[in-house]
T-cell receptor, first 112, second 116 residues
Framework: EPEVTQTPSHQVTQMGQEVILRCVPI?????FYWYRQILGQKVEFLVS????????KSEIFDDQFSVERPDGSNFTLKIRSTKLEDSAMYFC??????????FGQGTRLTVV | AQTVTQSQPEMSVQEAETVTLSCTYD???????LFWYKQPPSRQMILVIR??????QNATENRFSVNFQKAAKSFSLKISDSQLGDAAMYFC?????????????FGEGTQLTVNP
C-alpha cells in the first residue's frame, strides 16, 4: 500500500541552525501539506502546496520557514534558524483528488 | 474561520464496553468533510473514519461509528466493544469542501484509556 515517508524520524539540532525535513508523498498525489504538533498540544497546519506553489499558509509559517518540491518526488520543509519553540513533531501529508489526506509517520525535531 | 472543539481532554472505558467521544465545530460552509484521527503513542496519525457533510447517513467502519448532527454542528465518535489497542489520542478534524487543497483543522484531542 502506498504511503507517505518522512526522514529523518528524529532530528536534534542546535538553536540557530538550519534544518531540512524531508517527505516523499504518495506518487500521483496533487496536494501536499506540512503540519506540526508541539508535545501535548493539537496538530496545527503550517502550509499547503499545490501545482508547485504555496496555496495556503498559516501565521506560524513565517519567513523562517520555506517549502520546496525540488525534483517532483520529494517535498521538503526548511527552517532557516531554529528556535527552541520549533521543537515539535512535524507531519507531512499528501492527498490525491479524493477526500482523505495521508500522513507520514512524522519527524520529531528537538532544538537544544 | 472554522474551529473544532473537543471538550473531553480525557476519557476512559472498560475493555469490551462502548465509549463516545464528543466533537463540535463551527463553520458557515455547507460543503465540508469531518474526520476522526487516532494517534497512538508512536504519534502516527491514522484515519479512523470520515463523514461527508452532504451525506445524511452516519458513517460506520467496523466498531467505529459517528453521530453526525449537521444542524447542531456535532460529530461524535462511538467506539463499540473497546479493545486495548484503541487506547490513543483521538483528534476530530474539519476540512472545507469549498476550497480545493484546503487544510485540516484539528480539535484539541481526547486521550482515551482502555482499562482491562
Amino acid at each position: 500500500e502506498p504511503e507517505v515517508t518522512q526522514t529523518p524520524s528524529h532530528q536534534v539540532t542546535q538553536m540557530g541552525q538550519e534544518v531540512i525535513l524531508r517527505c516523499v508523498p504518495i506518487s500521483n498525489h496533487l496536494y501536499f501539506y506540512w503540519y506540526r504538533q508541539i508535545l501535548g498540544q493539537k496538530v496545527e497546519f503550517l502550509v499547503s502546496f499545490y501545482n508547485n506553489e504555496i496555496s495556503e499558509k498559516s501565521e506560524i509559517f513565517d519567513d523562517q520557514f520555506s517549502v520546496e518540491r525540488p525534483d517532483g518526488s520529494n517535498f521538503t520543509l526548511k527552517i532557516r534558524s531554529t528556535k527552541l519553540e520549533d521543537s515539535a513533531m512535524y507531519f507531512c501529508a499528501s492527498r490525491g483528488g479524493g477526500i482523505e489526506a495521508f500522513f507520514g509517520q512524522g519527524t520529531r525535531l528537538t532544538v537544544v | 474561520a472554522q474551529t473544532v472543539t473537543q471538550s473531553q481532554p480525557e476519557m476512559s472505558v472498560q475493555e469490551a464496553e462502548t465509549v463516545t467521544l464528543s466533537c463540535t465545530y463551527d463553520t458557515s460552509e455547507s460543503d465540508y468533510y469531518l474526520f476522526w484521527y487516532k494517534q497512538p503513542p508512536s504519534r502516527q496519525m491514522i484515519l479512523v473514519i470520515r463523514q461527508e457533510a452532504y451525506k445524511q447517513q452516519n458513517a460506520t467502519e467496523n466498531r467505529f461509528s459517528v453521530n453526525f448532527q449537521k444542524a447542531a454542528k456535532s460529530f461524535s465518535l462511538k467506539i463499540s466493544d473497546s479493545q486495548l489497542g484503541d487506547a490513543a489520542m483521538y483528534f476530530c478534524a474539519y476540512r472545507s469542501g469549498e476550497t480545493s487543497g484546503s487544510r485540516l483543522t484539528f480539535g484539541e484531542g481526547t486521550q482515551l484509556t482502555v482499562n482491562p
